[in-house]
């Protein structure tokens, strides 16, 4: 027996105002300073108040969060006892607001140790609504929950099937203003999302075609959204789409290695999730290929993709090119080396990215999993951009 989880999904021109019918008492507003500074805090706000809520503000969300911010989270939820949690932000506001709904209904828990299989009642006190404004994580659609624990420098791959939105309003007018940098970083985790959802060992038939549109949908639009920003609303609507469609997709099925290194990756050099999952993506499907034949699916993939698809070999070949021009054309780096990480850095730090990326959640989901010497070799090619197929 499996599951399919989804938020009501809110999406198109205006969605923002779905939020003027939410019936109830008072909403806590989890968001970060910037989305405060740009007027969108507040723009949420307004609608929030047209549907009689009152309105209370938590905008100390930083990238990354800790278990520590969670907890003050908490206790400002607690003191405000909203019925309604809407997150306003990216990833790291959207899962830190859903780790602070469990710890408001569940005040005493640990949130290191919030896991899919202990009843946490959350719906009791509060529902969520998600608003994302960047166009990559899914966290609007998934149950998923990152956070980082700043004394292991490690990330942690949380979840509570409960923690997933009861809305999610997907509004292209609220990532019209995304910088170019962060429309690619974020662009290229959804389509990491959508190839391992596709790919992973987890993948079924209820996320497969969700996987492979969002993946035709960032390779066609990704780089029209970079270049031209907010004068290709079609191209930055599509983008907004695609992230959620691919969110649902891994979302319910999983990630697979390019996310347990990256996620290493991003807790130890701190680089961006999106950057981090990209630069490993193309080098762990030259790896999974090389494995047993027949447990990858990239024929599939790259034929729906159009291209080339007459064995795994071919598609995988074919499906790195694709990724790396995708890269080359938002100007994202190739290799670590690129992304500003030193020889002596990897050196140093190996032996604790390779305990991280073991130990991750995603990691396993691979239709090929690496041994530690492998991993190591896998990720010395990621540093100088070798590929070998
Ligand atoms: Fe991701």
Not at 312 to 339: C, H, N, S, W
Not at 340 to 365: A, F, K, Y
Request: charged share 20%; hydrophobic share 45%; proline share 5%.
């Amino acid at each position: 027996m499996w599951y399919f989880a989804s938020p009501l999904i809110v999406y198109g021109e205006d969605a923002l105002s779905h939020l003027a019918t939410l019936e109830g008492r008072r909403a806590a507003l989890i968001t970060d300073a910037h989305l405060v500074a740009l007027g969108y805090a507040e723009k949420v706000a307004d609608f929030l108040r047209q549907g009689g809520l009152e309105v209370v503000f938590y905008d100390r969300v930083e990238p990354e969060p800790s278990l520590e911010l969670v907890k003050e989270g908490a206790e400002f939820l607690l003191t405000h006892s909203p019925d309604w949690i809407v997150a306003l932000g990216g990833g790291s506001v959207i899962d830190a607001a859903k780790a602070m709904w469990i710890l408001y209904a569940q005040p005493d828990l640990d949130p290191e140790a919030i896991n899919p299989i202990e009843r946490f009642n959350l719906r009791a006190k509060a529902r969520f609504v998600a608003v994302p404004t960047t166009s990559g994580t899914g966290s609007e659609v998934t149950w998923a929950i990152v956070l980082t624990n700043r004394t292991e420098r490690r990330k942690l791959g949380l979840g509570s099937r409960e923690a997933i939105a009861d809305i999610a309003i997907v509004d292209p007018a609220m990532v019209m203003d995304l910088p170019p940098r962060l429309t690619a970083d974020t662009g290229l985790d959804a389509l990491t999302h959508a190839i391992e959802g596709f790919t992973s060992t987890y993948h079924n038939d209820f996320t497969d075609g969700l996987c492979l549109k969002a993946a035709q949908l960032v390779f066609e639009n990704l780089p029209r959204a970079y270049r031209y920003g907010k004068d290709d609303i079609e191209a930055r609507a599509h983008m907004h789409y695609a992230a959620t469609l691919a969110g649902l997709g891994f979302g319910n099925a999983m990630a697979a290695l390019a996310h347990g290194i990256g996620h290493a990756l991003g807790a130890i050099f701190h680089l961006p999730h999106g950057r981090a999952v990209a630069l490993a993506l193309p080098y762990t499907i030259a790896y999974c290929v090389q494995g047993a034949s027949g447990s990858t699916r990239y024929a599939e993939l790259a034929y729906h993709l159009r291209l080339p698809s007459e064995n795994e070999q071919v598609a995988a070949k074919g499906l790195i090119e694709a990724v790396i021009e995708l890269m080359r054309q938002v100007e994202q780096p190739l290799t670590l080396a690129q992304a500003g990480i030193s020889q002596r850095d990897l050196v140093r730090e190996m032996p604790v990215l390779i305990d991280h990326t073991m130990n991750d959640t995603q990691t396993i989901m691979s239709p090929r999993v690496p041994d530690e010497s492998e991993l190591e070799t896998l990720l010395w090619q990621i540093y100088s951009g070798d590929i070998s197929l």
